[in-house]
């Protein structure tokens, strides 16, 4: 499974804007790559929780449907 290789730099794909966002708040580099980690194990645990497959554009269409 090649995603898991590197949790870091798939969420720094996926979303860089999280990372950009520790980065410039402050955060050493270290700590910014754990957050990114962490946050990918709580993605996939909601996952497996609700059954469901991954959407990247959720939080795009929950944002669009309040509109």
């Known amino acids: ?3 898991f290789d590197s949790p ?3 969420m720094m ?3 860089p804007r999280y990372y950009e966002r520790l980065i410039a708040c402050g955060k050493p580099g270290k700590v ?3 957050a ?3 946050k990918l194990l ?3 645990w909601t996952c497996v929780l609700k ?3 991954f959407d990247h554009n959720y939080d795009l269409a929950l944002f669009l449907s309040k509109e």
Do not use: K, S
């Open 36 to 38: 990114c980690e962490r």
């Open 1 to 3: 499974v090649d995603g």
């Open 32 to 34: 910014a790559v754990i």
């Open 13 to 15: 794909t996926y979303n």
């Open 51 to 53: 059954e469901r497959m």
């Open 8 to 10: 870091p730099q798939l």
């Open 42 to 44: 709580h993605i996939a």
